[in-house]
C-alpha cells in the first residue's frame, strides 16, 4: 500500500513537469506579452526592453523555464503585471473557486446520487422516464444558456437573488452559480448511478442480503449503494479538476473573482506568470484528486488491494 | 481489513494535505472589501470598473479604468471641463511663457493632500522626474519627451540613463518652478491637465508599496479601500479645497469581467452606475432605462491603417487605392445597424468633441469618405488595383467585438466593388499580439486603429498618429510637410493660428489618404433611478463628482 502510494507520487512528477512546460510553450507561442501593455500605442523601446528584462522576457524560453520551475520551488510564483505577486492573486482566487466547486460538489453527490438511486431502483417507471428526460435536456443545453436564463430569472425578474456575486463571494451567494456550474456533471452522475444501481441490483450478494431478511434501506445502503458506487466517485473524484478548472463560464457570468477570472485574464492579457501558476496549481489540483479517488477504492471495496 | 484500514488513513491525510496546499496562500488574506466608510455626508453610489492594466500610478496608468480613478482623487495644474473640453487652471495659478519654449509655472496656495501634507511646487517636480525616469518603468513616461534632459534620465536607446532628474525642471520657491522644453511647443500648458503630471505626495516615495496598496491623492476623493482585482471604494474627501467638491458621499467601484452582467445588476437594481453597456444590450436600452440612458460624443475616433511599409501599399497611386476603398464603405449604413448610433460617421481624422475652435472641421475629408460605388471601383483600378487582388482586414478578436464591424465594413468593399473576395477579415487571437504584429510590421493590409485622445486638443489626434517616428504611428506613414507643418503649428504662439496650420496639416493626411477615417465613437452609460446629474466627459469617463445620490 505505501509502496503503490509512493508510486503514484513518483509518477506525478513526470505528468507535473510535462504539464507546465507544455503550458508554459504554448503561453510563450502568443508572442510578446509587453506589446499588449501599453494599450493601442507602441510602448517606448526603452521601457519595453526594460520591463522585459525585469520580467525575464529577454532570455530564451528553456531558460525561462527553468528558472520558473527554480523558483516555483521556493514557492515563488513571479509577478502579474499589474504588480501584484501571483501567490496574493492565488490566495483571494482559489478560496473562491474551492467553495463554488464544493457547492458544485454537495449537488453531484446529494441531487445526483439521491435521484439516480430512486430512477435505478424504479426502472421503466415514470419517474425514471421523466429523469431521463430532464437529465437529456441539462447535458445538451451548453451551462452558459443555463446560467444566463437562471440569472435573468431569479436574478432580475423575480429578485429572489442578487445576479452577481459579491467579492466576498460566500457560500449563500454561490448557491445558484453552484447549482450551473453543476448541472452537466449532476446529469451525468444520476445516470451513471442510475445504471450501477440497476446492474447490481439483479447481483447475488443484493439476492442473498434480501433473503437474508435484512431490512430494505439496510440493503440498498451497505450492499447495493457502496458496490455500486466505485464508477460514480471516479467520476466525481475527476470532475473535482474538471470544475475547477472549467469554472471559467459560470465566474464570468456571475462576476465571480475566482480561478476561472484569473485565468481568464491572464489569457487575456497574456500574462505567463499568471496563466503558468494558476494551471501548474491546478494540475496538482487534478493529481491528487486522482490518486484519492484511486485510495478510496479500497475503501469502497476491500476486495481491491493495492500491492 | 488491514489494507483498507490503511487505506482509509492515507486517503484522510492526503485530503489534510490537499486542503493544506489548496489554501496555503491564504495566509494574509485581510479582504476588508464592503466596508461602507465612516460619516458619510451624502449616499454612496455603485459604479462598474475593469481591473486596471498596470499599477495605478500617474505616471503608469495608460487606460481607461485606472484613469478614472486617478480622475477622482487627483487634481493636476489644469483640469478639461467636463463639458467642453476646454483646459481651464485648477493647481495652476499662471503659466508665463515669453518664447512658447521656456514656462514659468506658479501653483495656487493652500491646495493640500488628502494626507494633510501640502501641494507644492515639489510635488510636481518630483513626480515628473519619477515619471520620467526609466528606472522607474512608467508607461506614460513619453509625456515628459519634450523637457529638457529626457534623454539623458531615459535614453531611447536603452542604454544607462546617465541622470535621475530632468535638467529642464527647476523648483525657484515653494510655488514656483520652471519648464524648458527641448522645441517650441505652444500647446503645452494645454497638456497639463493630463493625469501624469499629477503631482505626488513625498508617501508615494518613501514607502512606495504601502502608497500602491491605498493612494493618496489631492482629489475631491480619498481611497477608503481598494482589494485589488475586486473593488475601490473612494469617499468623499471633506477637506477639499477646490470648487469642484463631490457631490456625493462616494463611489464603490466594483469590478466587472463582463459588461453585459453589470448591466443585469443594474437592472436588477444592484448597480447603480454602469458606464460601458453592451453592444448586445443597445437595442433595449431605451426601453429598460428611457432617460437614464447617455449617449454622448466623446473623444473616440476609429480608423483603419496601412502598413506603409510594405511596398504594396507605398507605391504610386497606392492613395487612389485608399481613398477608393474609403469610398467603398457605407459608414452610415454601419454605424446604424452594428452600433445603433452609438458611432457616427467620421468625416475628419480628429472627434467632434474639439468643437469648431478647438480644430474639429465636419466635412474635411470630403468626398473621400462618401459612400460611391462606382467612384471607388474606378479609383481602385486607376490606383492598379487591390494589392494581391484583396485586402484583409486585421484586428484583434479577444475585445470590443471588432469582428462585427469588420465584416461588415467587408461586406460593404464587396458589394460595392462586386466581389466577393475583394474584402475578408483576419482576426488576430489576443490584443497582445496584434500589437506585436504591429510591432514587429508584420502587417500585409489594413489594420484596425482607434484613437482616444490624451487631452482635447488637435495636435493630440495627428501628431502622435501621422508624424515621421511618432509614437503611434503604426503604419509607419511619413511626409515631409506634414511633419513641417506640424512643427510650424506647435510654434505657433496664436492659438487660432497654430489650430488652422494643424488643420493644414490634416489636409495633407487626406490628400495621401494615410488612414481611413471610420467612425467617431459616442460615450454610452446607463444609470439607476436613485441617482441623478449624471454625464459623461469627453473622455467617456463619468463626471463622478457632480453626480447626485437620492
Request: hydrophobic fraction near 40%; include cysteine; proline fraction near 4%.
Amino acid at each position: 500500500m505505501g509502496r503503490y502510494v509512493v508510486r503514484r507520487l513518483l509518477q506525478m512528477i513526470p505528468v507535473f513537469v510535462g504539464a507546465t512546460l507544455l503550458i508554459f510553450l504554448m503561453v510563450n507561442v502568443m508572442g510578446d506579452p509587453i506589446a499588449g501593455l501599453c494599450g493601442d500605442r507602441e510602448c517606448d523601446p526603452a521601457t519595453a526592453a526594460q520591463l522585459r528584462r525585469e520580467f525575464g522576457l529577454d532570455k530564451p524560453v528553456w531558460q525561462q523555464y527553468l528558472t520558473y520551475m527554480g523558483n516555483l520551488f521556493t514557492g515563488d510564483f513571479g509577478t502579474a503585471f499589474n504588480g501584484q505577486e501571483v501567490t496574493e492573486l492565488m490566495a483571494s482566487a482559489f478560496p473562491v473557486t474551492i467553495r463554488l466547486t464544493i457547492v458544485a460538489i454537495l449537488f453531484e453527490i446529494v441531487i445526483g446520487v439521491a435521484l439516480g438511486v430512486v430512477t435505478g431502483l424504479r426502472r421503466g417507471r415514470p419517474v425514471d422516464t421523466g429523469a431521463l428526460v430532464v437529465t437529456l435536456v441539462v447535458i445538451s443545453v451548453p451551462t452558459f444558456v443555463t446560467g444566463l436564463l437562471l440569472q435573468l430569472l431569479l436574478g432580475v425578474e423575480w429578485g429572489w437573488i442578487r445576479p452577481s456575486v459579491s467579492s466576498e463571494a460566500p457560500f449563500g451567494e454561490l448557491i445558484v452559480p453552484g447549482l450551473v456550474l453543476a448541472s452537466v456533471s449532476l446529469a451525468y452522475v444520476t445516470r451513471l448511478t442510475r445504471t450501477s444501481i440497476a446492474e447490481n441490483a439483479r447481483a447475488d450478494y443484493v439476492r442473498t442480503a434480501v433473503a437474508k431478511g435484512l431490512p430494505r434501506h439496510r440493503v440498498i445502503r451497505k450492499h447495493l449503494l457502496r458496490n455500486s458506487l466505485i464508477p460514480v466517485v471516479t467520476f466525481i473524484g475527476t470532475d473535482i479538476g474538471a470544475l475547477m478548472g472549467g469554472a471559467i463560464v459560470t465566474e464570468r457570468i456571475f462576476n465571480i473573482h475566482g480561478v476561472g477570472y484569473q485565468l481568464y485574464q491572464g489569457i487575456l492579457r497574456q500574462n505567463t506568470q499568471t496563466v503558468v501558476g494558476f494551471v501548474t496549481v491546478l494540475v496538482l489540483v487534478f493529481l491528487i484528486a486522482n490518486l484519492l479517488v484511486d485510495l478510496l477504492y479500497a475503501v469502497l471495496d476491500p476486495r481491491i488491494r493495492y500491492a | 481489513m488491514r489494507g483498507a484500514t490503511h487505506a482509509r488513513w492515507i486517503a484522510g491525510a492526503a485530503a489534510v494535505a490537499l486542503a493544506v496546499t489548496a489554501c496555503g496562500g491564504g495566509g494574509g488574506d485581510d479582504d476588508s472589501g464592503g466596508s461602507s466608510g465612516s460619516g458619510d455626508s451624502g449616499g454612496v453610489l455603485s459604479s462598474s470598473w475593469g481591473d486596471p492594466q498596470n499599477p495605478l500610478e500617474p505616471a503608469n496608468t495608460n487606460e481607461v479604468q485606472g484613469g478614472k480613478v486617478l480622475d477622482m482623487i487627483f487634481r493636476g495644474l489644469k483640469r478639461y471641463d467636463p463639458k467642453t473640453g476646454e483646459a481651464k487652471d485648477m493647481l495652476a495659478e499662471k503659466i508665463e511663457t515669453t518664447d512658447s519654449q521656456n514656462f514659468t509655472i506658479t501653483v495656487k496656495d493652500g491646495w493640500t493632500f488628502s494626507n494633510g501634507e501640502k501641494v507644492t511646487a515639489k510635488s510636481f517636480v518630483d513626480a515628473w522626474n519619477y515619471g520620467a525616469s526609466l528606472k522607474n518603468n512608467q508607461k506614460n513616461a513619453y509625456f515628459f519627451e519634450y523637457i529638457e534632459g529626457y534623454d539623458k534620465t531615459h535614453p531611447d536607446d536603452g542604454s544607462k540613463q546617465t541622470a535621475d532628474t530632468l535638467s529642464g525642471l527647476k523648483v525657484v520657491d515653494d510655488n514656483t518652478f520652471t519648464v524648458k522644453l527641448t522645441q517650441k511647443f505652444s500647446t503645452f500648458p494645454d497638456t497639463l491637465g493630463y493625469n501624469a503630471y499629477a503631482p505626488l505626495p513625498q508617501s508615494f516615495f518613501t514607502d512606495h508599496d504601502a502608497w500602491l496598496s491605498k493612494p493618496v491623492g489631492n482629489g475631491p476623493y480619498a481611497v477608503d479601500s481598494y482589494t485589488k482585482g475586486s473593488q475601490l471604494s473612494v469617499r468623499k474627501w471633506d477637506d477639499y479645497p477646490g470648487e469642484d467638491k463631490a457631490q456625493n458621499g462616494g463611489v464603490d467601484l466594483k469590478v466587472y469581467t463582463d459588461n453585459n452582467t453589470a448591466y443585469t445588476d443594474l437592472m436588477a437594481g444592484n448597480l447603480d452606475l454602469v458606464d460601458d453597456v453592451p453592444a448586445a444590450q443597445l437595442k433595449n436600452v431605451k426601453t429598460d432605462l428611457g432617460d437614464r440612458y447617455i449617449n454622448t460624443p466623446a473623444g473616440i475616433i476609429q480608423t483603419l491603417s496601412f502598413p506603409f511599409y510594405d511596398e504594396d501599399w507605398n507605391k504610386e497611386g497606392s492613395e487612389k487605392v485608399r481613398e477608393g476603398l474609403s469610398r467603398a464603405i457605407d459608414r452610415d449604413q454601419i454605424t446604424d445597424t452594428i452600433f445603433q448610433k452609438t458611432r457616427t460617421p467620421a468625416t475628419d481624422w480628429t472627434s467632434p468633441v474639439l468643437g469648431e475652435e478647438g480644430g474639429y472641421k465636419k466635412g474635411l475629408c470630403g468626398d473621400a469618405c462618401e459612400y460611391d460605388a462606382d467612384a471607388a471601383k474606378k479609383l481602385i483600378e486607376e490606383g492598379g488595383g487591390l494589392p494581391g487582388g484583396q485586402v484583409k482586414i486585421t484586428y484583434n478578436a479577444d475585445t470590443g467585438s471588432h469582428k462585427q464591424w469588420v465584416d461588415a465594413v467587408c461586406n460593404s468593399i464587396n458589394n460595392a466593388l462586386d466581389n466577393d473576395k475583394a474584402c475578408v477579415g483576419n482576426p488576430v487571437g489576443t490584443f497582445a499580439d496584434y500589437r506585436n504584429q504591429i510591432t514587429q510590421r508584420k502587417m500585409s493590409g489594413p489594420f484596425r486603429a482607434g484613437w482616444q485622445m490624451d487631452y482635447p486638443l488637435i495636435q493630440n489626434f495627428l501628431q502622435p498618429l501621422y508624424y515621421t517616428n511618432a509614437s503611434s504611428n503604426d503604419g509607419k506613414w511619413s511626409n515631409a510637410q506634414f511633419d513641417k507643418l506640424v512643427d510650424q503649428a506647435n510654434a505657433e504662439s496664436d492659438t487660432a493660428k497654430a489650430v488652422e496650420t494643424f488643420q493644414k496639416a490634416e489636409e495633407v493626411v487626406r490628400d495621401n489618404m494615410a488612414a481611413i477615417p471610420l467612425w467617431y465613437q459616442n460615450g454610452s452609460a446607463g444609470y439607476s433611478a436613485r441617482i441623478s446629474d449624471v454625464s459623461l466627459n469627453p473622455f467617456s469617463v463619468p463626471v463622478y463628482d457632480q453626480i447626485k445620490v437620492g
